[in-house]
């Protein structure tokens, strides 16, 4: 993986990360290259060199495998397995999406509450305002937990 990522003149620090040039404003290094795939931990950009590739180069499977030295015909895989790994990563993309989702949900709960309680803020304490703005907090809150409770649980799925 870290010769692949080499390539396109990324030098991954002695910790093993680099800055993800899959999202715009990173800083600090925030995807972590291992053995063998790549995660990062500001935008959840997740995969193997397949997924790498296809990304930096904004191209497919076919054509990330090609780029990489592999060949279609007589390249030794089969159809079939050639298949399995398609299909391996199209369920990943479907994760993957489904993740983003939930983080996203998470996020725009955690935001709703915390402008609800700023308003709140502005509130003369035990008036009806304030009283009605906690209620609303209180179900905010409920959202924001029930999003995390769903991102903890795939995160687990994906990991078990």
Same mark, same amino acid.
Request: hydrophobic share 35%; aromatic share 8%.
């Given at each position: 993986?870290?010769?692949?990522?080499?390539?396109?003149?990324?030098?991954?620090?002695?910790?093993?990360?680099?800055?993800?040039?899959?999202?715009?404003?990173?800083?600090? $290094?925030?995807?972590?290259?291992?053995?063998?795939?790549?995660?990062?931990?500001?935008?959840?950009?997740?995969?193997? *060199?397949?997924?790498?590739?296809?990304?930096?180069? =904004?191209?497919?499977?076919?054509?990330?495998?090609?780029?990489? +030295?592999?060949?279609?015909?007589?390249?030794?895989?089969?159809?079939?397995?050639?298949?399995? *790994?398609? @299909?391996?990563?199209?369920?990943?993309?479907?994760?993957?999406?489904?993740? @983003?989702?939930?983080?996203?949900?998470?996020?725009?709960?955690?935001?709703?509450?915390?402008?609800?309680?700023?308003?709140?803020?502005?509130?003369?304490?035990?008036?009806?305002?304030?009283?009605? +703005?906690? =209620?609303?907090?209180?179900?905010?809150? $409920?959202?924001?937990?029930?999003?995390?409770?769903?991102?903890?649980?795939?995160?687990?799925?994906?990991?078990?």
């Amino acid at each position: 993986m870290r010769d692949v990522v080499e390539r396109y003149g990324l030098r991954p620090n002695r910790a093993g990360f680099i800055q993800c040039p899959f999202h715009q404003g990173d800083r600090t $290094a925030s995807l972590k290259i291992y053995k063998d795939n790549f995660h990062c931990y500001g935008c959840g950009a997740d995969g193997d *060199i397949f997924k790498f590739v296809m990304l930096m180069e =904004n191209c497919d499977f076919k054509t990330a495998f090609r780029q990489l +030295g592999g060949e279609y015909s007589g390249s030794g895989l089969s159809d079939a397995a050639v298949l399995r *790994i398609k @299909k391996r990563q199209i369920e990943r993309d479907e994760k993957d999406r489904i993740m @983003k989702q939930a983080k996203e949900k998470y996020i725009q709960a955690c935001d709703k509450m915390k402008a609800k309680a700023q308003e709140v803020e502005s509130y003369e304490p035990m008036s009806d305002e304030w009283c009605s +703005g906690k =209620n609303e907090l209180e179900k905010l809150q $409920a959202a924001a937990d029930d999003a995390l409770a769903q991102l903890l649980d795939l995160q687990r799925h994906e990991s078990g």
